[in-house]
Each structure stands twice: as structure tokens, then as C-alpha cells.
């Protein structure tokens, strides 16, 4: 409805009523006037009607959706389904051209403008959450893993006599193979013990660069956010290094955008040394739906770079999320859900250190991770390893989600790679444990629920555990072990 329209409706209804009506249309155009003018995240959220309304008028700027549009090419926006179509609000075309993700198509300006918007807003949002000299990102319809590899396929072109990249050693599969992927060897940096914590071994990364000579080195990739009791690494003193040696630094920031902390790290590392991109999740960080995420870096040349090796057109339903999700919660939405998550985390901390110690365990003391929490499983260990893996299953059957069981001694080989201790990130932690984390949307019912379900389950080995023992020391038991031992 534009203002000619609106002057014909008073032919029809009482004049007073449909001006009524313009100044509320009027109210919804403000806020999308202020978004492209600005750019950045709305401090208040949107009401999903304004958002719709938003969405709806991006769309009818796509040919597809155009009333005497005649398609007589191979990708013509067409769908099969009208319900894909309203899933997707009719945005069909995706995002980018053949030769460059953030290009804009000359026949899908409403998609072209949600590409550009969505990146705009989550640049903002960067800098709010603490990064505040980034100058440039891109969300890309990859999760972090392949996301990483793009980041170093594009090294490739820069160093293209380099064979390694650095990496301190973190149990996750996808890290590993990104860089395999990208067609690199990893030189796995092991990490130290300090206390509890497995902290980056700074020493041992400087002999390494030396050892094989920091020209054959692609970058030093590196990361924030992880599984207690492995803490981020030590961004600044890595990004100093990078800064000597001339080597790139890559940083896996996967979900490390809801932690204060992660990002302090990110901004002091690019500040006194070297960082080239950080790449983090969007499921993770925002809460959508897997399957995108966001490149950012301190040199606005080198993320197009990167962009432009991102081969063909591209999904938008990664940018569509974030974009709906932002714009509904608003700046102070997000950050209101930040500021639970930390106070979160101080109280899922207290119930499992309480946990701990009426069953004899302790929670690990990891206090520059400021995510993941971990606890001691010493006990069920000295039952038998079968104990401390069957503690996973029962609580993966009794619907506590999230929680990781690390038992010790496991071996996995990934890529050709046998890492020892697997999913502890050494190769021999003091002590199995369980993993917890107060991440991003979690709330105080999730956590009472889960220290009363992990309460009962310890409860239950423990007497299961208690009853073997009785059975294994008992006089018939003992009789036959002896009758067994004579004949």
C-alpha cells in the first residue's frame, strides 16, 4: 500500500480510519528505514509482523516473484512446492554469483539486499559482543569445518610453498579434517598441564616454527572456545608469534561469540600481534539452524578474498536465520541473553561442584574456560572403565543431552592421525571426567533437571558397583575360586 492507495481506500472507508492505518504502516517502514540507513542491529526487536512485512517486500524485488516475469533459463527460481516457497518466503535465488558470494545478482535485488543486510547486522553485532576493530565479515551457508577450510584454501594463493599448518591439539574431529581437507598436513602441538587445565604450549609451538622453517607454514590455526578441562588458547602470545614470523593466524571461534572472554582474546590478539580471519557458528551462537557461519577479519581485503573462493551461487537460508533471528531479538535481546548465559554459568558451576563432592568427586577447577565446565569421575574409574562409558549412555537414555563422558585410555584415528586420549585433548589426562556447558539459551530448568538426573544415575552405578563387590567377596564366591584354583 503506498500513499495513492491509501487516499483511494477513503473512497471506501471513513478517512480517519484508514489514516489510522497509514501511520501504522508508517511505524513499520520507520524501523526498516532505520536498519538501512544504519545498518546495524535494532536495539529493540521487531514483531514478527514487521519482520514479515520486511521479508515479503524483499521478495517481490526478485524476478521470480516478479507478476509478467517469463523464465527461460536454467535457474529461474522456480519451486516445485508451495511449501518450500513459504518456507523460504520466496527468496529462491540464494545469495551471490558464480565467481563471488557476496556479488550481487542482477535478477534477485530482494535477495542481493538480504545478503548485504544480514552481513552489515552481524558485523555490528561483532563488535558489540567485544571485537570492536573488526572491519569485515560474511556469513557463508558452510558450518565451521569446511568454513575453516575455505579460510585456507585462500592462504594457498598467498603461501604457495607451504605444507603445514600449527595447530595446538583439540579433540574435535572437524578441526582436524579441515585442514586435511584444504590439502595440508597438521602439525599437532601438544598441550601442557597447568593445574588442571591444558593450556597452549607456547615453547613447544616456537620450536616447531623453527624446526621446519615458518615459510613452509600456512598459518598457526588456533581456538577459543572448547571442552573443559582444554581452555582457549593463548591467543595473544600465538597472535605475537604470527606477527614475528610472518605466518597467518587463523582462529576457530566456533562458539565462542556468547563468551566476553573468547572475544577480548580475539580483539588483544589482533591488537598486539596477528590475526588474520576468525570463523564462528551460527547454530551455536544464535540459535538456528545448522549449517551456516561467519568469516570475519581485520583486513576488509583479505575476507573478499576469501568470499570470492567461495565456488557458485550460494544457500541463503543460513543469512534468512540470522537476519530473522537478529532483528526479532533486537541488540538488547541478544545481549539480555548473554548476560544469562554467564550468570548461568556461575550456577550450573555451584550445582556440579555440589554434585561432586556427595559423590566423592570434584569439579575441575578451569576458570579461563568460561564456557564448559568439567567433573571429576575418579570413583566410577576405580569400578572399572566400562562404568564411566556406561554413565554416557544413561544419561543420553534419560534425555540429558549435551553432557560428554571422557574415559581414559580411548585411541581414534582420524585422517590417518592416531591421537591418544582421545576427546581429552592429551594423551594422558590425570583422571576421566563429564563435560557440561552453560552455553547460549540454556536455563536454570535444564540445569536442575540435569544434576537431578546425573544425581540418580551416580547413585545407581555406585549401588550396582557396591553389589559386584559384595557378590565377588561372598563365602560361595570365594569357596568356588578356590575349588577352581585346586583342580
Known amino acids: 500500500m503506498n500513499i495513492q492507495n491509501f487516499s483511494l481506500s477513503e473512497k471506501l472507508v471513513s478517512s480517519s480510519y484508514v489514516r489510522q492505518g497509514l501511520q501504522a504502516r508508517r511505524g513499520h517502514e520507520q524501523l526498516v528505514r532505520v536498519l538501512l540507513q544504519q545498518g546495524k542491529c535494532p536495539e529493540e526487536g521487531w514483531s514478527e509482523s514487521t519482520v514479515e512485512l520486511f521479508l515479503n517486500e524483499l521478495a517481490v524485488m526478485d524476478s521470480n516473484n516478479f507478476l509478467g516475469n517469463c523464465g527461460v533459463g536454467e535457474r529461474e527460481g522456480r519451486v516445485a512446492s508451495g511449501l518450500v516457497a513459504r518456507r523460504h518466503y520466496r527468496l529462491i535465488h540464494g545469495i551471490g554469483r558464480s565467481g563471488d558470494i557476496a556479488a550481487v545478482q542482477p535478477k534477485a535485488a530482494g535477495s542481493s539486499l538480504l545478503n548485504k543486510i544480514t552481513n552489515s547486522v552481524v558485523l555490528d553485532v561483532l563488535k558489540f559482543t567485544g571485537v570492536r576493530s573488526v572491519s569485515s565479515c560474511f556469513v557463508v551457508p558452510m558450518a565451521t569445518?569446511?568454513?575453516?577450510?575455505?579460510?585456507?584454501?585462500?592462504?594457498?594463493?598467498?603461501?604457495?610453498?607451504a605444507r603445514f599448518i600449527l595447530w595446538p591439539r583439540i579433540d574435535q574431529k572437524s578441526c582436524f579434517k579441515s585442514m586435511q581437507t584444504a590439502g595440508f598436513e597438521p602439525v599437532v602441538i601438544e598441550n601442557v598441564l597447568e593445574g588442571d587445565e591444558l593450556r597452549t604450549n607456547l615453547e613447544e609451538v616456537e620450536r616447531k616454527i623453527e624446526e621446519l622453517g615458518a615459510e613452509n607454514f600456512l598459518c598457526v590455526h588456533s581456538t577459543t572456545s572448547c571442552f573443559a578441562p582444554r581452555v582457549p588458547d593463548r591467543l595473544e602470545e600465538l597472535a605475537v608469534l604470527c606477527a614475528k614470523h610472518d605466518i597467518p593466524h587463523i582462529v576457530n571461534n566456533a562458539?565462542?561469540?556468547?563468551?566476553?572472554?573468547?572475544?577480548?582474546?580475539?580483539?588483544?590478539?589482533?591488537?598486539?600481534?596477528?590475526?588474520?580471519?576468525?570463523?564462528?557458528?551460527?547454530?551455536?551462537?544464535?540459535?538456528?539452524?545448522?549449517?551456516?557461519?561467519?568469516?570475519?577479519?581485520?583486513?576488509?581485503?583479505?575476507?573478499?578474498?576469501?568470499?570470492?573462493?567461495?565456488?557458485?551461487?550460494?544457500?541463503?537460508?543460513?543469512?534468512?536465520?540470522?537476519?530473522?533471528?537478529?532483528?526479532?531479538?533486537?541488540?538488547?535481546?541478544?545481549?539480555?541473553?548473554?548476560?544469562?548465559?554467564?550468570?548461568?554459568?556461575?550456577?550450573?558451576?555451584?550445582?556440579?561442584?555440589?554434585?561432586?563432592?556427595?559423590?566423592?568427586?570434584?569439579?575441575?577447577?578451569?576458570?579461563?574456560?568460561?564456557?564448559?565446565?568439567?567433573?571429576?569421575?575418579?570413583?566410577?574409574?576405580?569400578?572399572?572403565?566400562?562404568?564411566?562409558?556406561?554413565?554416557?549412555?544413561m544419561l543420553f537414555?534419560?534425555?540429558?543431552?549435551?553432557?560428554?563422558?571422557?574415559?581414559?585410555?580411548?585411541?581414534?584415528?582420524?585422517?590417518?592421525?592416531?591421537?591418544?586420549?582421545?576427546?581429552?585433548?592429551?594423551?594422558?589426562?590425570?583422571?576421566?571426567?563429564?563435560?557440561?556447558?552453560?552455553?547460549?539459551?540454556?536455563?536454570?530448568?535444564?540445569?536442575?533437571?540435569?544434576?537431578?538426573?546425573?544425581?540418580?544415575?551416580?547413585?545407581?552405578?555406585?549401588?550396582?558397583?557396591?553389589?559386584?563387590?559384595?557378590?565377588?567377596?561372598?563365602?560361595?564366591?570365594?569357596?568356588?575360586?578356590?575349588?577352581?584354583?585346586?583342580?
Open 255 to 393: 562458539y565462542g561469540m556468547q563468551s566476553s572472554k573468547c572475544m577480548h582474546l580475539i580483539q588483544q590478539g589482533a591488537r598486539v600481534g596477528r590475526i588474520d580471519a576468525f570463523v564462528q557458528s551460527l547454530d551455536k551462537n544464535f540459535m538456528v539452524p545448522v549449517g551456516g557461519a561467519i568469516i570475519a577479519g581485520f583486513d576488509e581485503n583479505f575476507i573478499k578474498e576469501i568470499s570470492k573462493m567461495y565456488p557458485g551461487r550460494a544457500s541463503a537460508s543460513p543469512s534468512l536465520d540470522v537476519l530473522i533471528t537478529l532483528l526479532t531479538l533486537g541488540a538488547n535481546g541478544y545481549k539480555k541473553l548473554l548476560a544469562e548465559r554467564k550468570e548461568l554459568y556461575g550456577h550450573l558451576a555451584q550445582e556440579l561442584s555440589a554434585l561432586a563432592e556427595r559423590h566423592g568427586e570434584r569439579l575441575l577447577h578451569t576458570p579461563h574456560n568460561p564456557i564448559s565446565l568439567a567433573m571429576s569421575l575418579n570413583h566410577l574409574q576405580t569400578h572399572s572403565t566400562a562404568a564411566v562409558t556406561q554413565l554416557g549412555s
Open 397 to 487: 537414555t534419560r534425555q540429558v543431552s549435551g553432557a560428554r563422558v571422557v574415559p581414559l585410555g580411548v585411541e581414534q584415528t582420524v585422517s590417518g592421525h592416531t591421537f591418544r586420549g582421545f576427546m581429552s585433548h592429551a594423551d594422558a589426562y590425570p583422571c576421566p571426567y563429564l563435560n557440561a556447558a552453560s552455553a547460549i539459551g540454556i536455563t536454570r530448568d535444564d540445569i536442575t533437571l540435569c544434576i537431578k538426573r546425573l544425581d540418580k544415575c551416580l547413585k545407581s552405578l555406585s549401588k550396582e558397583a557396591s553389589a559386584e563387590k559384595s557378590e565377588s567377596g561372598s563365602p560361595k564366591n570365594t569357596e568356588l575360586l578356590t575349588f577352581l584354583q585346586i583342580y
Open 145 to 161: 569445518g569446511m568454513s575453516l577450510t575455505l579460510c585456507f584454501l585462500t592462504l594457498r594463493h598467498r603461501r604457495p610453498g
